[in-house]
């Protein structure tokens, strides 16, 4: 990784940040990911700048700056209204998407752009998010303007309600671009109760491209294996396809 990472304290919230290789040595300004899951980024962050910094050299993917903050209650923050527990021994959802989407955008970004070279307008500043963080995303596309670019990485559409809701309500705003990605897996590994995912993530996606401008501001991809698989790599797909446009598989 040739781009730094650090920890910062931005909105009053410990937030990890990735700076591209440029950042240090320019006065250019970058367009911004806002990344959930950062419990999940302290560890796996590193490879998946790896597997994206080629890309920024090659000048196929845009260089970014990455925030992901680091105070999240995923089961609570990243559900968009209470629910059930997935096991009988389970925790309940919290269902405060809302009150999470708030501190970003009212303490967390205001933040980043005074600390940061940013390109603070929508169509530069992204929202991605895997699993619940990817559900936290596809909500968030209902929800607000702030962000143009959003990444629903294996996101749990299967959520209940959720997709009904999306069949109900239009995107925030008609120029977004909206990535999703779904395991070709997940819906027959699943629990009996996110079976539901891949019809509601075909559900999703052909509402958004009813909504948006143009068919080309969404896709949902397919990609190998279940709801665990190369992680990184599905991080590296949705965010060079938002940053970029062309993906090139990776050999």
């Not at 940040?17 to 911004?32: D, F, I, K, T």
């Not at 059930?84 to 925790?91: A, D, I, Q």
């Not at 269902?95 to 955008?105: E, I, K, S, V, Y």
């Not at 959520?159 to 027959?188: C, I, M, Q, T, W």
Request: with cysteine.
């Amino acid at each position: 990784m040739q781009g730094n990472v650090l920890r910062a304290e931005l909105g009053g919230v410990p937030c990890l940040v990735y700076l591209p290789p440029q950042y240090a040595s320019g006065q250019e300004r970058y367009p911004v990911v806002y990344a959930a899951d950062g419990r999940m980024l302290e560890t796996g962050l590193a490879e998946i700048i790896e597997l994206l910094e080629p890309g920024f050299a090659a000048g196929s993917c845009r260089p970014f700056i990455l925030v992901s903050p680091l105070d999240e209650r995923r089961d609570d923050d990243y559900t968009p209204w209470p629910a059930p527990p997935l096991s009988k021994n389970g925790r309940p959802f919290g269902g405060r998407a809302d009150a999470c989407l708030a501190r970003l955008t009212e303490l967390i970004k205001p933040a980043v752009d005074r600390a940061y070279r940013t390109l603070s307008g929508p169509a530069d500043t992204a929202l991605a998010g895997y699993s619940l963080g990817g559900l936290f995303a596809v909500y968030a596309v209902y929800r607000t303007g702030v962000f143009g670019l959003f990444a629903g990485i294996s996101g749990s559409l299967w959520y209940d309600g959720f997709a009904a809701y999306a069949l109900e309500h239009a995107p925030a705003s008609a120029a977004a671009r909206v990535y999703l990605s779904l395991g070709k897996a997940e819906s027959r590994r699943a629990t009996p109760r996110m079976k539901c995912v891949e019809q509601a993530a075909e559900q999703v996606f052909a509402s958004l491209r009813r909504e948006l401008k143009s068919t080309a501001q969404t896709v949902l991809r397919r990609v190998p294996g279940d709801h665990f698989y190369e992680i990184p790599e599905r991080y590296r797909l949705a965010l060079t396809w938002l940053f970029g446009g062309e993906i090139e598989e990776r050999k």
